[in-house]
Structures are given as C-alpha cells and as structure tokens.
C-alpha cells in the first residue's frame, strides 16, 4: 500500500505567519502541471501496479488550480496504478475558491475529502493573520463542503495577535455546530523570517504569552474531546472513522511519494528505509521534473528508533517500554530517572508495559520525546 502527496507550490498572497514553499503568481500554473505529469512518468516504476490507498494535494493551494488539471493527473496515476475504490482522496482548499460549482467539480474529478484552510470564522482574527477570506467565507464553505463531501476537514488556528480565550471558544463553537467531523486545532508558530516574525521583532505584534496558548490548548482539549471528538494527534481531533488517512499513515511510518517542489518520500524496500525530497525552487522542478530530488538518504537504526519515538508519542500510539529500554541499553538509569521525572509531572503513564502520553502531556510531547530519542 502506497499514498501519494502532490505538492502544489501556489497561493493567491503569502499569509502573514506562512514560511512554507510557494510562489504567489499564477503564470506557470499549466507549466507545472506539465512538469508534474513529467516527474510521475519519471517515478512510474515506483508506482506502477502499486495500490494507493490515499492520495494529497497539499500546498500552497491547491484549490487554485484548475480542477481539469487535478483531474487530468489522477488519470495519469490511475493509468499507472491500482487506486482502491475507497482511497482517501484530500485536496486542500481555501474559503476563497470555492462555490457550489466548484465544490461538484472537485467532486466529479474524484476528490472525497476537502480539507479546508478555514483558521477562524472572526473578521479581527482573520485580518490578524493575514488570511484572504472572510468570516462569512469561513461559514459558506463549509455549510456547502458538507453539502457535498461526506468528509470534510477544517483547520482552526488559535495565538493569533489580540487572541483571547473567548474568541478561540467561539471560533470552536462554530466549527462544532457546523457539523465539521475533522478539526485541525492548531497554535500559531512563528516561523523565521516571516512577515509576522519581523513585525514580533520589531515590536509592533504582540502574540499570546506562554500560558494563555497552554490555555487555549487545553480548552480546545476539553471542548472537542467533550463532543466526542477522538484526540488522535497532538493537534488532530476527528470524529469515529474521519481522521486523515493520509496523515494517520505518514505518522504511523508508512511509505508515501512525494510530486512537485519541495515535497518529500518515504519509501520502503525490502527493508531498506528511503527518506528523500525535491528542491525548493519551482524554477529548477519546470526545468528538469525528472530529476527534481536534491536530497536523498537511507535511514540509519539511529534514525528509525528515533522516528519511531517521536511519531509515536505525536500519535500517542504508545510505545513499549522494551523498545525504549533496547534503544537506550547502555543507559538505562538515565532512561529510567527520565520516565521517572515525566511520570512525576503527570505526563506519561505506563501501564501493561506501554508507555503513552496523558492527555496533559500530549501538550509537552515533542520535549518528551527529545528526551527519549538516542539522536
Ligand atoms: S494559504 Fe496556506 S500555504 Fe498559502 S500562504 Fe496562506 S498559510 Fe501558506
């Protein structure tokens, strides 16, 4: 089993608190979609007679692009392999490309779940992070995604600058009574070199302090676990059967084939573990598709131990405390005082030989799991 994530590399402007890899220019839109139809027939063996059981279009945006063209390449793919009848199916979208007609194109083309970039239905709150859309956007779309998607995801983003706890309630009440059965609930991060960094630097942002971000957190916690969302990741609530397949797979270290500028793989075979990802330079993917990977390595058992920690306790699958106590052979009374200390802060538990986050540390899980990792 295989999933396949594209990488679409456009958005309409760039959001205030976004470093990710994109290009706010539409120009070279056909000629990507090209390159990306070069890049698969290039990685054709890859893929060929595989079953794909999920498939992402994340980006950038890649509601942007014509659906033609994102249907176009998923004939390309089910051409070359085997795409089980219910494969997940996500494109990411923001509020500002979608309408009906859109939404039933999408549909058409073989798309079955949107995911989409809603991160608030308040005006001051969406103005704050530089967003495109509106409130009433946010509301549209998504009472008509779920018109028409049986699987819809929203991403909610809390921290945003003048935030309190009473607007990030609100923002989650609304998403709860919309219906919405995936809700990402994200804090917002401050990425270098951003516009939203420079203005923290230069004083004229301030964002939520520590404490009151803890306490969006655990209100998000309480408020969605308390609706019967199941909390399957650090920031990843979704009602019985709608988490993302694609993501729950990636976590679980799970082969995936990256497509377009910047996109990463994991690959499996006969053992050998294969981490590799493409340049970050749409000029260099429109030039030579075919040979757009500029890193590739085979993972150490270093490297696997450590992956297997950190993905675990983000997906709090548990980890056995015989793995850990292997790992880490040649210094257990470390190992020990360190369990001993989080189970102390009431951020672990071990029971029947397992060790899993609390609910509280779900919070604190990538500082638990630096602690555990060899690395
Ligand atoms: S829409 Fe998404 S990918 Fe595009 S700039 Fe905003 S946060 Fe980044």
Excluded at 88 to 97: G, K, M, V, Y
Excluded at 281 to 302: C, G, I, K, N, Q
Aim: net charge negative.
């Amino acid at each position: 089993m295989l999933s396949l994530y594209v990488h679409i590399p456009f958005c309409r402007e760039r959001c205030l608190y976004c470093d990710f890899f994109l290009v706010t220019r539409k120009e070279h839109m056909d000629a990507f979609f090209e390159a990306l139809g070069e890049e698969t027939r290039a990685k054709a063996e890859l893929i060929r007679g595989r079953r794909i059981k999920a498939i992402h279009f994340g980006g950038g945006t890649p509601s942007f692009a014509p659906v033609a063209l994102i249907s176009g390449w998923l004939s390309q793919v089910a051409g070359l392999a085997s795409i089980d009848p219910d494969a997940e199916i996500t494109l990411e979208a923001n509020p500002e490309d979608l309408d009906p007609e859109v939404l039933a194109r999408l549909r058409g083309a073989g798309v079955n779940r949107l995911s989409i970039g809603v991160q608030s239905f308040n005006d001051r709150k969406l103005r704050a992070l530089g967003r495109a859309h509106s409130a009433a956007d946010s509301s549209r779309t998504v009472a008509e995604a779920l018109e028409r998607f049986d699987s819809v995801a929203i991403d909610l983003m809390c921290g945003a600058e003048g935030e309190g706890l009473d607007e990030w309630e609100g923002d989650l009440r609304t998403a709860m009574s919309l219906g919405v059965p995936h809700i990402s609930a994200y804090m917002l991060t401050l990425e270098e070199k951003t516009r939203l960094w420079r203005d923290v630097r230069k004083g004229s942002v301030k964002l939520p302090g520590e404490e009151l971000q803890a306490a969006m957190y655990d209100l998000a916690r309480r408020m969605l676990t308390g609706a019967g969302y199941r909390h399957y990741e650090v920031s990843n609530y979704a009602l019985e059967g709608f988490h993302s397949r694609y993501n729950l797979g990636s976590w679980m270290r799970e082969p995936y084939l990256g497509f377009g500028p910047s996109a990463h793989s994991f690959m499996v075979e006969g053992g050998v573990e294969t981490r590799f990802s493409n340049a970050c330079s749409l000029t260099r993917y429109l030039a030579d598709p075919a040979h757009a990977v500029d890193f590739r390595e085979v993972l150490t058992s270093r490297q696997r131990f450590d992956e297997e920690v950190f993905l675990s306790l983000r997906i709090n699958r548990g980890l056995p405390l015989e793995f850990l106590r292997r790992g880490h052979a040649s210094e257990l009374p470390r190992l020990d005082a360190v369990l001993g200390g989080f189970l102390e802060k009431g951020w672990i538990s071990l029971a029947e030989g397992m060790v899993t986050l609390t609910e509280e540390g779900f919070l604190f899980a990538d500082q638990v799991a630096e602690e555990l990792m060899q690395g």
